[in-house]
């Protein structure tokens, strides 16, 4: 081969070696380009760009005239990269005094090797400008010294986030409830309409540059959505008050708890709903387990005898008594073995239906239940919503405690006859005589008035379910009977209201204590409505185990007599004239009126 021959064939060598490359480096521009290109792209997108978590907002929670009683404000999280902190110490020291931090906390969560540790939560945004104009004017100084670079600080990056905030602080706070650290509702409104205020997070990303985001490149890849606001049906005037009364009632009481409850009988709505003690949600050392229960509608106690109520209103729907039917009233009553007494001893009375009412007589009460039976009074137990939880929208709320008529003993008619042997909450009680004020129509309560999107559109809940539980009249019937309660010889005279008719009725009861299964302490209350011909508001004052004076009428009455007096003035609620016509409490008074009438007519003709 000559040497021309040999030349030209190394030349087409490398010619084909060069062409083999270039066809290599041809698919592998392919593959890159094409094949593999959005792997390239995640992996680059990894490397220099970071994405966290959007935090969305909570939903407000709105009183039914638009002040807030719970919102959302910014704050922002702090968290570290440790890996490219690179000096710990002097971090610690520019950064520690700015967010009031322990310098050598500090340091112990700025040294190590984990990608995320947060070292701040919930602090103000400006508070993160601090820090951040800190650590620039740090960096840009140690650029200009021989530890350079390998000085600088990083790793630090902020995440928005939001704190809960309770304009109204101790006001509505059983009511409304608080949020757990993870932002979740932990009780009262916060818990059992979580769901409704719980927003959706969003997703954004950011550049990477050495462990800081790079400012500018934040970029939000998901949007957030603001949870639904809510509009209570609480009012907070009424709320203030009704707040104010209760606690000053079980500090001077030293009861154990209390609560206030407004209600409007046609709605179902409650104006207020008022506990004590409470506790300031904007501040995390005055909340305890027990303050976050609500006891309006999570104790349940018997009634004692406001659940009287109950058994004159069966007997007079069932027309086995009229407000006028006699009877002869002992201060004790043998049943089934067992002596029942009534609160102050008497000789043998002759009272009607309307004064054992008045006077609230245990022993008139057993009687009435004997004539109305034990089926009979159960079913009206039930009717009234005795047993049944109210769906009040209120957490962990009790069906109370009402057994059939097969787990009755020999002495359960007598003792269920004047408000003991079953249990209620103060929401179920409300609700009886809100069911009366209603002429006997029973609209369950609802705390709910409807939702507020995110433009602001209002939608109002839907009404309340309502059940025909009395006729009209003897709803009437009632309510004049209940009127002698508030009487000078009634039991609550301390919850008359000057210029307007009250009704309502005391409660004294036997408080059960799980503790030693006995009884001890006593439940003292006083539910009333007014006005008592054409009853706008029901107001029930409860008050758990207070010491010393213990009488419904004395404890209870006062309050609610200051918190009507407050609604209807108010609600702009005109005075109505006092009744003209009084029923009679005894035979005496009976037989002389019917005698005033007659001789009234005698001289008419």
């Given at each position: 081969?000559?040497?021309?021959?040999i030349v030209?064939?190394?030349?087409?060598?490398?010619?084909?070696?060069?062409?083999?490359?270039?066809m290599?480096?041809?698919?592998?521009?392919?593959?890159?380009?094409?094949?593999?290109?959005?792997?390239?792209v995640e992996?680059?997108?990894?490397?220099?760009?970071?994405s966290?978590?959007?935090?969305?907002?909570?939903?407000?929670?709105?009183?039914?005239?638009?002040?807030?009683?719970?919102?959302?404000?910014s704050?922002?999280?702090?968290?570290?990269?440790?890996?490219?902190?690179?000096?710990?110490?002097?971090a610690?020291?520019?950064?520690?005094?700015?967010l009031?931090?322990?310098?050598?906390e500090?340091?112990?969560?700025l040294?190590?090797q984990?990608?995320?540790?947060l070292?701040a939560?919930?602090?103000?945004?400006?508070?993160?400008?601090?820090?951040?104009?800190?650590?620039?004017?740090?960096n840009?100084?140690?650029?200009?010294?021989?530890?350079?670079?390998?000085?600088?600080?990083?790793?630090?990056?902020?995440?928005?986030?939001?704190?809960?905030?309770?304009?109204t602080?101790?006001?509505?706070?059983?009511?409304?409830?608080?949020?757990n650290?993870?932002?979740?509702?932990?009780s009262?409104?916060?818990?059992?309409?979580?769901s409704?205020?719980?927003?959706?997070n969003?997703?954004?990303?950011?550049?990477?540059g050495?462990?800081?985001?790079?400012?500018?490149?934040?970029?939000?890849?998901?949007e957030?959505?603001?949870?639904?606001?809510?509009?209570?049906?609480?009012?907070?005037?009424?709320?203030?008050?009704?707040?104010?009364a209760i606690?000053?009632?079980v500090?001077?009481?030293r009861?154990?708890s209390g609560?206030?409850?407004?209600?409007?009988?046609?709605?179902g709505?409650?104006?207020?709903?008022?506990?004590?003690?409470?506790?300031?949600?904007?501040?995390?050392?005055?909340?305890?387990?027990?303050r976050?229960?609500?006891?309006?509608?999570?104790?349940?106690?018997e009634?004692?005898?406001?659940?009287?109520?109950?058994?004159?209103?069966?007997?007079?729907?069932?027309?086995l008594?009229?407000?006028?039917?006699?009877?002869?009233i002992?201060?004790?009553?043998q049943?089934?073995?067992?002596?029942?007494?009534?609160?102050?001893?008497?000789?043998?009375?002759?009272l009607?239906t309307?004064?054992?009412?008045?006077?609230?007589?245990?022993?008139?009460?057993i009687?009435?239940?004997?004539?109305?039976?034990k089926?009979?009074?159960?079913?009206?137990?039930?009717?009234f919503?005795?047993?049944?939880?109210?769906?009040?929208?209120?957490?962990?709320?009790s069906?109370?405690?009402?057994?059939?008529?097969?787990d009755?003993?020999?002495?359960?008619l007598?003792?269920?006859?004047f408000?003991?042997?079953?249990?209620?909450?103060?929401?179920?009680?409300?609700?009886?005589?809100a069911t009366?004020?209603?002429?006997?129509?029973?609209?369950?309560?609802?705390?709910?008035?409807?939702?507020?999107?995110?433009?602001?559109k209002?939608?109002?809940?839907e009404?309340?379910?309502?059940?025909q539980?009395?006729?009209?009249?003897t709803?009437?019937?009632?309510?004049?009977?209940?009127?002698?309660?508030?009487?000078?010889?009634?039991?609550?005279?301390?919850?008359?209201?000057?210029?307007y008719?009250?009704?309502?009725?005391?409660?004294?009861?036997?408080?059960?204590?799980s503790?030693?299964?006995?009884?001890?302490?006593?439940t003292?209350s006083f539910?009333?409505?007014?006005?008592?011909?054409q009853?706008k508001y029901?107001?029930?004052?409860?008050i758990?185990?207070?010491?010393?004076?213990?009488?419904?009428?004395?404890?209870?009455?006062?309050?609610?007599?200051?918190?009507?007096?407050?609604?209807?003035?108010?609600q702009?609620?005109?005075?109505?004239?006092?009744?003209?016509?009084?029923?009679?409490?005894?035979?005496?008074?009976l037989?002389?009126?019917i005698?005033?009438?007659?001789?009234?007519?005698?001289?008419?003709?």
């Amino acid at each position: 081969m000559s040497q021309d021959q040999i030349v030209q064939d190394r030349i087409r060598k490398v010619v084909a070696v060069l062409i083999i490359i270039m066809m290599l480096f041809g698919l592998r521009l392919i593959e890159i380009q094409a094949i593999r290109a959005q792997e390239y792209v995640e992996k680059v997108d990894i490397e220099l760009n970071k994405s966290a978590t959007l935090l969305a907002p909570r939903g407000a929670i709105f009183d039914k005239n638009g002040v807030e009683l719970a919102r959302s404000i910014s704050a922002i999280n702090i968290a570290v990269d440790q890996t490219v902190v690179n000096d710990p110490i002097n971090a610690a020291k520019l950064v520690a005094p700015i967010l009031g931090l322990n310098e050598s906390e500090l340091i112990l969560n700025l040294t190590g090797q984990r990608r995320y540790v947060l070292i701040a939560k919930n602090i103000e945004p400006s508070k993160w400008r601090d820090v951040y104009a800190a650590l620039t004017a740090y960096n840009i100084a140690i650029l200009k010294t021989p530890e350079g670079i390998s000085k600088r600080i990083g790793g630090f990056v902020p995440e928005r986030s939001y704190i809960r905030e309770y304009p109204t602080g101790k006001l509505s706070s059983s009511l409304v409830g608080i949020i757990n650290d993870q932002g979740a509702g932990a009780s009262g409104i916060e818990s059992s309409l979580n769901s409704i205020l719980t927003g959706t997070n969003g997703k954004y990303v950011y550049a990477n540059g050495r462990g800081n985001i790079i400012p500018g490149s934040e970029q939000i890849r998901i949007e957030t959505k603001s949870g639904t606001s809510i509009r209570l049906t609480i009012d907070r005037d009424v709320q203030w008050v009704a707040q104010n009364a209760i606690s000053q009632a079980v500090a001077a009481a030293r009861a154990e708890s209390g609560t206030v409850i407004v209600m409007d009988p046609k709605t179902g709505h409650i104006l207020a709903q008022a506990s004590a003690p409470t506790f300031d949600p904007n501040n995390s050392e005055s909340i305890t387990q027990n303050r976050l229960r609500n006891p309006s509608v999570q104790e349940v106690y018997e009634p004692g005898s406001t659940g009287k109520v109950i058994t004159v209103a069966a007997a007079l729907e069932e027309k086995l008594v009229t407000p006028n039917t006699v009877f002869s009233i002992p201060y004790s009553l043998q049943v089934a073995g067992e002596t029942f007494r009534d609160h102050e001893k008497h000789p043998l009375q002759r009272l009607t239906t309307t004064g054992l009412l008045a006077v609230s007589s245990n022993t008139g009460s057993i009687k009435l239940g004997q004539v109305l039976g034990k089926y009979a009074l159960y079913s009206y137990l039930k009717k009234f919503g005795i047993g049944e939880n109210t769906n009040s929208k209120l957490p962990g709320e009790s069906a109370g405690i009402l057994h059939p008529v097969k787990d009755w003993s020999g002495t359960s008619l007598p003792t269920i006859a004047f408000g003991q042997g079953y249990s209620v909450t103060a929401m179920q009680a409300t609700s009886v005589f809100a069911t009366i004020a209603n002429d006997g129509v029973r609209v369950k309560p609802t705390i709910l008035a409807g939702l507020v999107d995110q433009t602001g559109k209002f939608t109002a809940s839907e009404k309340s379910e309502s059940i025909q539980v009395l006729s009209q009249q003897t709803a009437q019937s009632l309510r004049k009977m209940m009127e002698s309660v508030v009487s000078p010889n009634g039991t609550a005279p301390s919850a008359a209201i000057e210029g307007y008719r009250v009704a309502g009725k005391t409660g004294t009861a036997e408080r059960y204590n799980s503790n030693c299964g006995c009884y001890s302490g006593y439940t003292a209350s006083f539910i009333g409505f007014a006005p008592a011909d054409q009853p706008k508001y029901v107001v029930n004052v409860t008050i758990q185990d207070p010491k010393g004076m213990h009488w419904g009428g004395v404890l209870a009455g006062p309050v609610f007599k200051k918190v009507m007096s407050f609604v209807l003035q108010n609600q702009r609620i005109k005075p109505t004239p006092v009744s003209e016509t009084h029923l009679s409490l005894t035979e005496a008074a009976l037989k002389s009126k019917i005698l005033a009438n007659k001789n009234s007519k005698k001289a008419g003709a």
